[in-house]
């Protein structure tokens, strides 16, 4: 069976870092680097990025589209032991998707497991990720896409 793939986008960065001299300062300067590891599934009909274990995701038509990734500060430890996580990205940056695939690493994972398993929500929300997948061209029969502990269509 087909697997679909989800990207680290840090190598991508660590990329356009040696590319741009001037956004090497700035995310060095200041601490920052990415959080976002996102599916990305390229059908005859358009691409799909899902970006989280939740089912949430954007549709795009081609490679050339830009898709936004977040720009985080890296945790702090303060001297009490405590350590503080930003929840927000303090800036996104624009990249081409066809760039994001070419330069970041991936993991394969079975559809099935793109969306995590329990609640009635995250049940429906795999439902409507299997529809955009046919949307975007693909043949669902050629990936592992049953789950016995949901509905799917």
Same mark, same amino acid.
């Given at each position: 069976?087909?697997?679909?793939?989800?990207?680290?986008?840090? *190598?991508?960065?660590?990329?356009?870092?040696? /590319?741009?001299? #001037?956004? &090497? =300062?700035?995310?060095?300067? @200041?601490?920052?680097? *990415?959080?976002?590891?996102?599916?990305?599934?390229?059908? *005859?009909?358009?691409?799909?990025?899902?970006?989280?274990?939740?089912?949430? +995701?954007?549709?795009?038509?081609?490679? #050339? /589209? &830009?898709? #936004?990734?977040?720009?985080? @500060?890296?945790?702090?430890? +303060? /001297?009490? $032991?405590?350590?503080? *996580?930003?929840?927000?990205?303090?800036?996104?940056? %624009?990249?081409?998707?066809?760039?994001?695939?070419?330069?970041?690493?991936?993991?394969?994972?079975?559809? %099935?497991?793109?969306?995590? +398993?329990?609640?009635?929500?995250?049940? !429906?929300?795999?439902?409507?990720?299997? =529809?955009?997948?046919? /949307?975007? $061209?693909?043949?669902? %029969? =050629?990936?592992? !896409?049953?789950?016995?502990?949901?509905?799917?269509?």
């Amino acid at each position: 069976m087909k697997k679909v793939r989800k990207y680290n986008f840090n *190598t991508a960065l660590d990329k356009m870092k040696e /590319e741009d001299s #001037e956004l &090497k =300062e700035k995310l060095d300067s @200041e601490n920052l680097h *990415t959080r976002d590891t996102d599916f990305i599934i390229v059908g *005859t009909n358009g691409i799909l990025i899902s970006v989280s274990h939740e089912g949430v +995701h954007y549709m795009f038509k081609s490679l #050339e /589209e &830009k898709y #936004e990734i977040g720009l985080w @500060e890296k945790p702090t430890k +303060h /001297e009490d $032991g405590t350590t503080s *996580t930003p929840i927000f990205p303090k800036y996104n940056i %624009k990249v081409k998707i066809k760039y994001l695939m070419e330069n970041s690493e991936y993991e394969e994972y079975d559809i %099935k497991n793109m969306v995590r +398993h329990f609640g009635s929500r995250l049940d !429906t929300n795999y439902a409507v990720l299997l =529809e955009s997948l046919k /949307e975007i $061209g693909l043949n669902l %029969k =050629e990936y592992n !896409t049953v789950r016995r502990d949901c509905k799917t269509i």
